[in-house]
């Protein structure tokens, strides 16, 4: 193959210095064998090759496999790059890439003013603007004048650039995707050899598939360059640090932390997830990276699952279990089990938009009550929430560190927007993984077992069939201090009921203190949980870039919270709580702290855009 | 499963907690013959659990000095098997009443049978709900008097063998309170299946439901009621063995030996067939109209569920390491 | 027979005459074959046909047969009369009838002071004392001494007095409770004549056993004559009103309401529920009462159970179910079915001590915050207390009424307590019961159905199957306004979500003014719901007697709060919540409406005392 | 249930809810067959309800302009009892897919149908997870390639039929997407038995699990492949009818009719068998090994979960008076 594939000619027509900006905000959208997501994926290494800060999303189709050109079936992928450390995959479009109408009619409301809006004219006929619901050219419509439109016959101009190798029909088509490539590569001057290599190495055996996508790739390239003056931009700056990165999104993340878990704590782990989007992916990522110290099952529903975590957790082992919102209650009584008995599991709860099916599978934190109080009787466990794709890595460990630590059921908040949203993660040396203490008791011949005895951070020991002298029954009954024997009597389980409590609340004496970004006191705090921590936290940058005195903080631990935290309200005029929800996280500090807290509630089954919460602190402050 | 030979006795398994059954209830007898039989396995203590849900069977891991863990109502199949995917060397029992196990728990019991976990599943059947106070159950023959059925009770029951038998179970069996010895024998069988040793034992309910198995209990009733299945023999029965079963097409019958029947018109029983077909016909077989049996319905080897795991895990690409994982495919490094 | 058996020689020895008491607290205790039910019963219709208020709890065996004389087999029934309206069943006995020493090892600790002990001195023999765990006589214990003991050889005399009656062993055996009936009524001048009747017409198939039966109550009668002077006592002012009363449970009471809910409403009733203590309660009592319009069955689990119910409200019925702690978290994914689709259903949550197992059935509050907050999504519904056991009537009707006319599953809380303790009830004429109008819809030819369009509550449509025209999908996902097609749209979700809560929030605009008890404004008020509600009128009554500036309030709608509740809570310089949690109310109260209640939270598995809640008001008003 | 004639046509069972499957699903033709199959029973639309849970066959309901509700994971048995509760006269159905039925759903299945509730039950049996995009289901064979088996599931599969068998229905049956006449034909017999009407339909889920069932729906395969069962007639199959099914034992064997083999030697199909032995062997037979079979398997007459309750109701003390009730056995009266 001759190297020379790997080079583009630059620049063969005049026109200008690409303009030079912070961030860009890019969406590929079509059907599903648009190839949109690998647009997208090659898109964003691009970027991120030459250290842009990258986060994307995508935007699965609605359907499973719906008609060709259909509005159920448009699927998307977002990239937001830029040259400072981004929390979101951005707010509004600064190129839309539109593949047919219905992805144009899907998306066009997100286009940004001053954004370009690319579409493969040769897909704007009567027969497809009709699948998208148009009664007329919507290319001709006034609405879209107020774009920059490129409407660029994609696949005839494809059809032209891999005239000349010998391809199939549908290997013709696939190319397209390479058209689009170079032309969106050009569009933000991202270097092409990332992705000629990419070519090379995935069509090594097929000397001809090379040429025809490195040809695809190019005539994009090339056209890009005559669709006139103005159009090209790049984000140059350089923010990720050196080291090894990966793409990883909120799953992954997760997975993955898990997986060090166990090694960190040298516990065999089993997982038992019921398959539920977006929970499943978990379950498939097990099942793909089978691994020695890991059992993975798929249980025959939801109560099986955790059943078989907290089985799996009095045998000895790492239980974990993951469902999404309408399997949560399902768990509940589980979870309870778990928290009486004082066994550790993780149950990975994802919140998707509710009451019951909802809206699946769109993204929501409406679960965060039933977290708390959703269980029979007085029965607080750990909850802890993901702030950021990457984030998952580091709260799964913490997860289990509290369980094992603390021989206490743990609830992990996540949902849909952050399971799939990705980010680039500078890849951490296994070498310098936390260790996890697990604290399994060994038999002792001279003190015999007090199964429901205590350590200095109320835990119980865990005492692990096989080994002997620690034999024990224990199971949903209330025990009599110490001894684990079923009691009833009154005083023991008012005693019982306060130190499961205390052993939970305990666990804020020992957090590391919160991280304030902004300043130490002043006009506003936005508090923020889980995913809204990435929008939350470039509303305050914005803020405070544009001199407001706002502060922000995430909350990852959720029960107990810190014990700082109250310390850090109080030093604020307004507190600002916005949430996926009707303001659950409010009604807790509410109540917690009496603290008159303002919520911003967004219950649309999407993220928070930046901009929405910058709006509202704006408002908060008054006209200044 | 290790199972060095160790001199223990059925108390070296007594916990403990006092035991709290009515007296006269037929759990008395199960919990002191199963002790018997742990202690002639020669399994040690700490690798034996016991596992149950919610029940006045279920209070039995209480009683027993293993390690013992008493979940929630019906789904004690799924926490054992959690507890032996956590470490397959353990010798793990799940036991369950019929309401735990044919109500709630029907689900995790028909897949831990499917998937041919190594439990020994012990069903102790009283046909009625004891520890909620008397109401009829999934179990209840037709005419049982309870709480909820005042006037008898008519719902068509659930057969606890049938269920296990169409839920692909590889050892199914039946034994009975007060037979001490028979119980002795299929406990022990259980033990030694490899996979999921499913027993419905016949327990009389004091309070509740007494008498329901006098049938099978009565020392003179019961041999013209009871069938013991033995493999390989034709399915005799009566005081001098002289009843028996036979096939009239698919419907079976009974007849008396001599006047021109003879052991070639008997059936013989297998419970090693490929299919459980007859084990099936003799699950249905109840009375007064026909003896009811006890025994082994169906013996099978198959691969247990780890087995079938680890034979999963060899198969396809080998484990990645896990820095190779932390990686992912796509990684890039920047200077 | 005689009509001489129905009276009695009064006065046969001097004795004084009996002290005039307000009020009295009797608890008889012994196995379950010493008859201690039928015992107390007939001593509370002793009292309650002289008109006195009457209020009372059994505390049944822990186990269900245990050996005789075992401390499993201690049972107990508790009769509070009193000359003024009471609210519990009584905090310190009057007189403790301890018929074996376990008994008197069981309740001792609960004697007044000045209170009287009875026992069966037969029974105190070493045998008897093993069996409660005694080393020796516990009658001969200092202990003892601070009570004025009647130890009677009950046994013994039972058999002279109907020694010349032909009866067998057991026979004679059970007329021993007739000869503590006769004691105890003697104790407090209870007239005999009810009882005598009442033998009479029990037994009127054998004039033996009615004889005998009369002499035992005589000889116990007479018997207590002879035990000393300053014995005797009464309580003789009437406070029922005139008319038709019985004795009612809080699980009966609760059941007639359905019924009644079911004929006020013209609405056939679907009840389904799974055996779980003690709800099921009213599985028994429904079954029990078969009724042409009431559909009964006894469903697979829990779940099954809910299903069952919200399948019937689809059906156009009303859809009853219950459960107790453990099997709420079980209904939860149901209710918010219901929720969603905008059905009717009602679902009795009987509170028991947990988390998981717990104690069962011990008495406990635990399970507000899950009514409230434990299904996904956000997911508001109607939240009721039953707050005495009479109440129940009312609160089932109110829980249908609000069911049918809103269009909304209702959780109505209830308790161990509650549902076992029985209080005299007024019987109403079943012509004077409100009307519940259900809003089942009629198909309109001229304007076809909007399933999912709203009357003045907000509520929509009952359309139900078998009506032609209103044929129309539901179910759990998220529905279009007005059409309740299948809606992903974001805007419509936000909304919905949002009419949904109005709808429930609305509830609270039309609620009847709250009752307060005592000074409409002042230095403490508390606030009481479900259970805790009796002790605590009582308690604020005692208060004010004091001359205490303490008021009271019983919330019976928890979801949505009255409207009318936050100017009222104002209105007092402590608020006070005293509940049988670790403080679930006051939660909810303090993120509501950001006032620091103070609590007092029990969490033992048992009732409050009036005592304990008067002492905490005392310790809140500071030394006077 | 009232059944005037009405003329009625498919499309008058349409609803305006946008079909929503894959291209290609197997769905679609059930969808078009049941629709043609309602207009035939002259069943008012009003008088119908369709009941489903969670998955791709479960959207079903949306598309038939009947009342339909669709409600959570599994539990459609248990709501259409409820729907079936509060008003007998309803003609209920309900749909479930293989996951939704045979795992949370196995327990409220099994129940309606001991109970033998009115229902008639379509469970649509792709063998794999659809709506959750691809992965083994409990009726999954083994070696299925899934998102959660990607080497192959190793799991022993339930078998839709056997558990029904063993839940004690009183009418099972088996029919496939493709063919179109045979599945009206036994949606028909579904709806016209009285009590539960299992039906498992073959349903090839083009995305996740495409082709399972070609041995089943090829032309050319399925005539040896396919057992079409018929009451009382002999079992036969292939494109010349004379390959037939004998037993040797309770095994059962495949013969070719011929050579010594005759018509006396053949299985006869009878459905309506007291005990349902036969039909159980029946539903054990699978591919490649045997031909699997299509048809009824099992067609009993027993009361129906309304009529036992209506029988009870009539059975022990009349109902008593609201008043009666209110006032309870010991109410006192004060002037
Ligand atoms: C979720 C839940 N549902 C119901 C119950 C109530 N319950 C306790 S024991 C029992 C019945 C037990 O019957 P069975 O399993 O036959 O056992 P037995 O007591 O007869 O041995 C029931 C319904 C419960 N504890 N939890
Ligand atoms: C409680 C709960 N658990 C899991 C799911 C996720 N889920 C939706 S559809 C489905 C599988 C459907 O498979 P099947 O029943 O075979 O129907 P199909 O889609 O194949 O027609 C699952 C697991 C859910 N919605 N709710
Ligand atoms: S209720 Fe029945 S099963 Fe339970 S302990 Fe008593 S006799 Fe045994
Ligand atoms: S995923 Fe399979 S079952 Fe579901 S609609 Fe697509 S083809 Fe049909
Ligand atoms: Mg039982
Ligand atoms: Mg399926």
Same mark, same amino acid.
């Given at each position: 193959?001759?190297?020379?594939?790997?080079?583009?000619?630059?620049?063969?027509?005049?026109?200008?210095?690409?303009?030079?900006?912070?961030?860009?905000?890019?969406?590929?959208?079509?059907?599903?064998?648009?190839?949109?997501?690998?647009?997208?994926? %090659?898109?964003?290494? &691009?970027?991120?090759?030459?250290?842009?800060?990258?986060?994307?999303?995508?935007?699965?189709?609605?359907?499973?496999?719906?008609?060709?050109?259909?509005?159920?079936?448009?699927?998307?992928?977002?990239?937001?790059?830029?040259?400072?450390?981004?929390?979101?995959?951005?707010?509004?479009?600064?190129?839309?890439?539109?593949?047919? @109408?219905?992805?144009?009619?899907?998306?066009?409301? !997100?286009?940004?003013?001053?954004?370009?809006?690319?579409?493969?004219?040769?897909?704007?006929?009567?027969?497809?603007?009709?699948?998208?619901?148009?009664?007329?050219?919507?290319?001709?419509?006034?609405?879209? %004048?107020?774009?920059?439109?490129?409407?660029?016959?994609?696949?005839?101009?494809?059809?032209?650039?891999?005239?000349?190798?010998?391809?199939?029909?549908?290997?013709?088509?696939?190319?397209?995707?390479?058209?689009?490539?170079?032309?969106?590569?050009?569009?933000?001057?991202?270097?092409?050899?990332?992705?000629?290599?990419?070519?090379?190495?995935?069509?090594?055996?097929?000397?001809?598939?090379?040429?025809?996508?490195?040809?695809?790739?190019?005539?994009?390239?090339?056209?890009?360059?005559?669709?006139?003056?103005?159009?090209?931009?790049?984000?140059?700056?350089?923010?990720?640090?050196?080291?090894?990165?990966?793409?990883?999104?909120?799953?992954?993340?997760?997975?993955?932390?898990?997986?060090?878990? &166990?090694?960190?704590?040298?516990?065999?782990?089993?997982?038992?997830?019921?398959?539920?989007?977006?929970?499943?992916?978990?379950?498939? =990522?097990?099942?793909?990276?089978?691994?020695?110290?890991?059992?993975?099952? %798929?249980?025959?529903?939801?109560? &099986?699952?955790?059943?078989?975590?907290?089985?799996?957790?009095?045998?000895?082992?790492?239980?974990?279990?993951?469902?999404?919102?309408?399997?949560?209650?399902? %768990?509940?009584?589980?979870?309870?089990?778990?928290?009486?008995?004082?066994?550790?599991?993780?149950?990975?709860?994802?919140?998707?938009?509710?009451?019951?099916?909802?809206?699946?599978?769109?993204?929501?934190?409406?679960?965060?009550?039933?977290?708390?109080?959703?269980?029979?009787?007085?029965?607080?466990?750990?909850?802890?929430?993901?702030?950021?794709?990457?984030?998952?890595?580091?709260?799964?460990?913490?997860?289990?560190?509290?369980?094992?630590?603390?021989?206490?059921?743990?609830?992990?908040?996540?949902?849909?927007?952050?399971?799939?949203?990705?980010?680039?993660?500078?890849?951490?040396?296994?070498?310098?993984?936390?260790?996890?203490?697990?604290?399994?008791?060994?038999?002792? @011949?001279?003190?015999?077992?007090?199964?429901?005895?205590?350590?200095?951070?109320?835990?119980?020991?865990?005492?692990?069939?096989?080994?002997?002298?620690?034999?024990?029954?224990?199971?949903?009954?209330?025990?009599?201090?110490?001894?684990?024997?079923?009691?009833?009597?009154?005083?023991?389980?008012?005693?019982?009921?306060?130190?499961?409590?205390?052993?939970?609340?305990?666990?804020?004496?020992?957090?590391?203190?919160?991280?304030?970004?902004?300043?130490?006191?002043?006009?506003?705090?936005?508090?923020?949980?889980?995913?809204?921590?990435?929008?939350?936290?470039?509303?305050?940058?914005?803020?405070?870039?544009?001199?407001?005195?706002?502060?922000?903080?995430?909350?990852?631990?959720?029960?107990?919270?810190?014990? !700082?935290?109250?310390?850090?309200?109080?030093?604020?005029?307004?507190?600002?709580?916005?949430? =996926?929800?009707?303001?659950?996280?409010?009604?807790?500090?509410? &109540?917690?702290?009496?603290?008159?807290?303002?919520?911003?509630?967004?219950?649309?089954?999407?993220?928070?855009?930046?901009?929405?919460?910058?709006?509202?602190?704006?408002?908060?402050?008054?006209?200044? | 499963?290790?199972?060095?030979?160790?001199?223990?006795?059925?108390?070296?398994?007594?916990?403990?907690?006092?035991?709290?059954?009515?007296?006269?209830?037929?759990?008395?007898?199960?919990?002191?013959?199963?002790?018997?039989?742990?202690?002639?396995? #020669?399994?040690?203590?700490?690798?034996?659990?016991?596992?149950?849900?919610?029940?006045? $069977?279920?209070?039995?891991?209480?009683?027993?000095?293993?390690?013992?863990?008493?979940?929630?109502?019906?789904?004690?199949?799924?926490?054992?098997?959690?507890?032996?995917?956590?470490?397959?060397?353990?010798?793990?029992?799940?036991?369950?009443?019929?309401?735990?196990?044919?109500?709630?728990?029907?689900?995790?019991?028909?897949?831990?049978?499917?998937?041919?976990?190594?439990?020994?599943?012990?069903?102790?059947?009283?046909?009625?709900?004891?520890?909620?106070?008397?109401?009829?159950?999934?179990?209840?023959?037709?005419?049982?008097?309870?709480?909820?059925?005042?006037?008898?009770?008519?719902?068509?029951?659930?057969?606890?063998?049938?269920?296990?038998?169409?839920?692909?179970?590889?050892?199914?069996?039946?034994?009975?309170?007060?037979?001490?010895?028979?119980?002795?024998?299929?406990?022990?069988?259980?033990?030694?299946?490899?996979?999921?040793?499913?027993?419905?034992?016949?327990?009389?309910?004091?309070?509740?439901?007494?008498?329901?198995?006098?049938?099978?209990?009565? $020392?003179?009733?019961?041999?013209?009621?009871?069938?013991?299945?033995?493999?390989?023999?034709?399915?005799?029965?009566?005081?001098?063995?002289?009843?028996?079963?036979?096939?009239?097409?698919?419907?079976?019958?009974?007849?008396?030996?001599?006047?021109?029947?003879?052991?070639?018109?008997?059936?013989?029983?297998?419970?090693?067939? $490929?299919?459980?077909?007859?084990?099936?016909?003799?699950?249905?077989?109840? #009375?007064?109209?026909?003896?009811?049996?006890?025994?082994?319905?169906?013996?099978?080897?198959?691969?247990?569920?780890?087995?079938?795991?680890?034979?999963?895990?060899?198969?396809?690409?080998?484990?990645?390491?896990?820095?190779?994982?932390? $990686?992912?495919?796509?990684?890039?490094?920047?200077?």
């Amino acid at each position: 193959m001759p190297g020379t594939t790997l080079t583009i000619a630059r620049s063969t027509i005049p026109h200008g210095t690409p303009v030079e900006r912070a961030a860009a905000v890019v969406r590929f959208a079509g059907d599903a064998n648009d190839g949109v997501l690998l647009v997208g994926t %090659q898109f964003t290494y &691009a970027c991120a090759m030459v250290g842009n800060a990258v986060m994307t999303v995508p935007d699965p189709a609605a359907e499973i496999r719906a008609p060709a050109g259909a509005l159920a079936g448009v699927t998307a992928f977002q990239c937001h790059f830029a040259g400072h450390a981004i929390h979101t995959p951005g707010d509004r479009l600064d190129l839309l890439v539109a593949l047919n @109408p219905s992805a144009l009619r899907t998306y066009i409301g !997100d286009l940004s003013p001053a954004g370009l809006l690319l579409v493969d004219s040769d897909r704007f006929v009567p027969d497809e603007w009709a699948k998208a619901g148009y009664v007329a050219d919507p290319l001709q419509d006034a609405a879209l %004048q107020a774009f920059r439109v490129l409407a660029v016959p994609i696949r005839q101009l494809n059809r032209e650039a891999v005239a000349r190798v010998n391809l199939i029909p549908t290997e013709i088509e696939r190319c397209k995707s390479f058209f689009v490539l170079g032309l969106s590569y050009w569009l933000f001057d991202r270097p092409p050899e990332p992705t000629f290599r990419w070519i090379r190495e995935t069509y090594n055996k097929n000397p001809g598939l090379v040429e025809a996508h490195t040809r695809a790739f190019k005539a994009g390239w090339h056209h890009a360059e005559t669709l006139g003056p103005g159009l090209q931009s790049r984000v140059g700056q350089r923010c990720l640090k050196s080291g090894k990165h990966r793409m990883i999104n909120g799953a992954t993340a997760l997975a993955l932390g898990f997986l060090a878990a &166990a090694r960190q704590s040298g516990l065999p782990m089993v997982y038992a997830g019921f398959p539920v989007a977006p929970a499943s992916e978990l379950l498939h =990522l097990f099942t793909e990276w089978k691994q020695e110290n890991i059992q993975v099952i %798929q249980p025959e529903d939801d109560l &099986a699952a955790a059943n078989i975590a907290l089985g799996a957790a009095f045998g000895g082992s790492l239980g974990v279990t993951a469902t999404t919102s309408t399997g949560i209650a399902l %768990q509940a009584d589980t979870l309870a089990l778990a928290a009486i008995s004082e066994l550790p599991m993780v149950a990975v709860h994802v919140q998707r938009a509710g009451p019951s099916l909802g809206m699946p599978t769109r993204t929501e934190q409406a679960d965060l009550l039933q977290a708390f109080y959703g269980r029979n009787g007085e029965c607080p466990v750990v909850v802890l929430a993901q702030s950021s794709p990457s984030d998952g890595f580091r709260i799964a460990i913490e997860a289990v560190r509290l369980a094992v630590t603390r021989m206490t059921p743990v609830v992990v908040l996540t949902d849909t927007y952050l399971m799939s949203a990705s980010e680039a993660w500078h890849v951490p040396s296994s070498s310098e993984l936390p260790m996890v203490l697990a604290k399994q008791t060994k038999a002792d @011949p001279e003190h015999p077992l007090l199964p429901y005895s205590r350590d200095e951070h109320l835990a119980r020991p865990w005492a692990i069939p096989g080994r002997a002298g620690l034999e024990h029954r224990t199971g949903g009954m209330e025990k009599e201090a110490n001894t684990g024997a079923v009691s009833y009597d009154p005083a023991n389980h008012e005693a019982m009921v306060a130190l499961r409590a205390r052993k939970i609340a305990k666990i804020a004496e020992k957090l590391p203190p919160l991280v304030v970004h902004g300043p130490k006191s002043g006009d506003v705090l936005i508090v923020a949980w889980g995913s809204v921590c990435g929008a939350t936290h470039d509303a305050a940058e914005r803020c405070r870039a544009a001199g407001l005195n706002v502060a922000n903080i995430g909350l990852t631990h959720l029960s107990p919270l810190p014990a !700082d935290l109250v310390g850090v309200l109080r030093k604020y005029r307004r507190v600002l709580v916005p949430e =996926l929800n009707a303001g659950q996280l409010s009604k807790i500090l509410r &109540a917690e702290y009496l603290l008159d807290v303002v919520s911003l509630n967004k219950v649309q089954g999407q993220p928070f855009l930046v901009s929405e919460i910058e709006a509202k602190v704006r408002q908060l402050l008054g006209p200044c | 499963m290790s199972i060095p030979v160790l001199a223990m006795t059925a108390s070296d398994f007594s916990s403990a907690q006092e035991v709290r059954w009515c007296p006269g209830c037929g759990d008395y007898s199960i919990l002191s013959q199963l002790k018997q039989a742990l202690a002639s396995f #020669g399994v040690r203590r700490e690798n034996i659990v016991f596992v149950s849900g919610v029940g006045c $069977a279920s209070r039995l891991p209480h009683y027993i000095n293993t390690f013992g863990f008493q979940g929630s109502y019906g789904r004690a199949p799924a926490l054992a098997t959690g507890v032996k995917l956590a470490n397959p060397n353990l010798q793990v029992w799940v036991v369950m009443g019929d309401g735990d196990a044919c109500s709630a728990g029907l689900t995790h019991l028909t897949h831990a049978l499917r998937r041919n976990v190594d439990l020994k599943i012990l069903l102790i059947n009283n046909e009625v709900f004891g520890l909620s106070r008397g109401q009829q159950s999934p179990t209840s023959r037709v005419g049982t008097c309870s709480k909820t059925s005042p006037d008898g009770s008519v719902e068509t029951p659930l057969r606890p063998v049938s269920i296990a038998l169409a839920a692909e179970a590889t050892f199914v069996a039946r034994t009975v309170d007060v037979d001490v010895n028979h119980m002795s024998e299929i406990f022990e069988k259980a033990a030694m299946h490899r996979g999921s040793g499913f027993v419905e034992i016949y327990q009389n309910c004091k309070i509740f439901n007494d008498g329901v198995f006098e049938y099978a209990t009565d $020392a003179v009733i019961k041999t013209d009621s009871i069938i013991h299945l033995e493999h390989g023999r034709p399915i005799l029965f009566g005081k001098d063995r002289n009843h028996a079963l036979r096939l009239n097409g698919f419907e079976p019958e009974v007849v008396t030996l001599g006047q021109g029947i003879t052991m070639d018109d008997i059936l013989i029983h297998d419970e090693r067939a $490929a299919e459980p077909t007859l084990a099936f016909l003799l699950s249905r077989l109840v #009375g007064p109209q026909f003896p009811e049996c006890l025994g082994v319905f169906r013996n099978v080897r198959k691969p247990t569920h780890q087995q079938l795991l680890d034979a999963a895990f060899q198969q396809g690409d080998p484990p990645r390491a896990f820095e190779s994982l932390l $990686a992912g495919d796509e990684s890039w490094t920047l200077a």
